[in-house]
Each structure stands twice: as structure tokens, then as C-alpha cells.
T-cell receptor, first 114, second 115 residues
């Protein structure tokens, strides 16, 4: 079964540093997403991306966050200047329009900000 | 405001016991409903989904869920659990016709099955 893959699986970074989390969505999918889960809390939507632009973002997705599809396969989330409260599991996901809202998730990237 | 409530944070069962995990949602409109499962160290996997039609939906691994519109509920059931069902289970909702993919998740229920 095709999978969404994410790297790194775990990253530790110092507060104030920039972090890039990488994702390879399923190849024929058109919509890409980032979600995050702070330890002990709900999985929360960050952003959706379609046709090379953001289609929706949540109130969490402020100016320190950005997303990019730098080539035909990768989808990245950049956190410009990390804060302690950015420590979370970040999930990438993708979906194919025709499949009717079925979203497939990657294994997650665990980010620890110290 | 959109929200999803999962009533049980941690459920512990013995093998062969029956399972029911509660999920209630609040959403202003027609919804699509999902249950995802996350096995230890793995990604969120879709167990089952409801878009329309028969409110009793069957998913993988013997799971099923029933959409009761009047109760805003989408409870997950399995008649006989196995040790391999130990995982975290997430209920999620999005709005039909809304931006594709913006899922609202519940907090998750950790299921532990003892052999």
C-alpha cells in the first residue's frame, strides 16, 4: 500500500533555531496537509496545500510557519524560530480528490525544542 | 464551534471482550466521520469512514461504527478484541463540502488488551 513518508522521525533543536520537516506524499495525491499533536492533546490541523498554494490554515499556523513543495515529490514544513511550545509530533498527510476525503497520514516527526 | 469528544481516555480489556468506544461531535452542517487507529510506533491508519448511506459502516479488522445523527454520535465497536488491537483510537470529523482535509480530532482513546 502506498505510504506517506516523513523525515526525520525525531529531531531535537534549540529554541530559536529553524527546523524543516520533510514529507513525501503519496504520488498521485493532490492535497497535502500538516497536523500536529502536542503531548497529551488532540491532533490539530495546521495547514492544507493544493495546486502550489495554501488552501486553508488554522490559527496555529502563524508567520513562523511556512510550507513549500520545492519539487514534484517533497512537501516541507518550516518553523522559522522554534519555541518550546512547538515541541510536538508533526504529521504530514495527503489525499486524492477523487477518493472523497480519505486522508492518509505519515508516521510523524517528533520535534523536541530545548 | 466544531469539536469531537471521546469519552474514554483509556480502556483496558481482556481478549475476546467486546469493545465500544464513544465519540460525539459538534459540527454545524453535514459531516463526514472517521475512525483512525495508531499502533505503537506507526502512523495513523484509517479504520473506517462514513460519508452517507447506511449508518452502520464496517471497517478493517472487524471494526464497525454506527452513525446516529440524532445523538451526534459515531461509536466504534468490535465484538471480540484481540491483543493486537492494542493501540490508540481517534475519532475525527470534517464537513461535507468544506475544505478537503480539515479534520477535527478527538483526544484519542488508548485501548490496552490483555492476553
Amino acid at each position: 500500500e502506498p505510504e506517506v513518508t516523513q523525515t526525520p522521525s525525531h529531531q531535537v533543536t534549540q529554541m530559536g533555531q529553524e527546523v524543516i520537516l520533510r514529507c513525501v506524499p503519496i504520488s498521485n495525491h493532490l492535497y497535502f496537509y500538516w497536523y500536529r499533536q502536542i503531548l497529551g492533546q488532540k491532533v490539530e490541523f495546521l495547514v492544507s496545500f493544493y495546486n502550489n498554494e495554501i488552501s486553508e490554515k488554522s490559527e496555529i499556523f502563524d508567520d513562523q510557519f511556512s510550507v513549500e513543495r520545492p519539487d514534484g515529490s517533497n512537501f516541507t514544513l518550516k518553523i522559522r524560530s522554534t519555541k518550546l511550545e512547538d515541541s510536538a509530533m508533526y504529521f504530514c498527510a495527503s489525499s486524492e480528490w477523487e477518493s472523497g476525503n480519505t486522508i492518509y497520514f505519515g508516521e510523524g516527526s517528533w520535534l523536541t525544542v530545548v | 464551534a466544531q469539536s469531537v469528544s471521546q469519552h474514554n481516555h483509556h480502556v483496558i480489556l481482556s481478549e475476546a471482550a467486546s469493545l465500544e468506544l464513544g465519540c460525539n461531535y459538534s459540527y454545524g452542517g453535514t459531516v463526514n466521520l472517521f475512525w483512525y487507529v495508531q499502533y505503537p510506533g506507526q502512523h495513523l491508519q484509517l479504520l473506517l469512514k462514513y460519508f452517507s448511506g447506511d449508518p452502520l459502516v464496517k471497517g478493517i479488522k472487524g471494526f464497525e461504527a454506527e452513525f446516529i445523527k440524532s445523538k451526534f454520535s459515531f461509536n466504534l465497536r468490535k465484538p471480540s478484541v484481540q491483543w493486537s488491537d492494542t493501540a490508540e483510537y481517534f475519532c475525527a470529523v470534517n464537513g461535507r463540502g468544506s475544505t478537503l482535509g480539515r479534520l477535527y480530532f478527538g483526544r484519542g482513546t488508548q485501548l490496552t488488551v490483555w492476553p
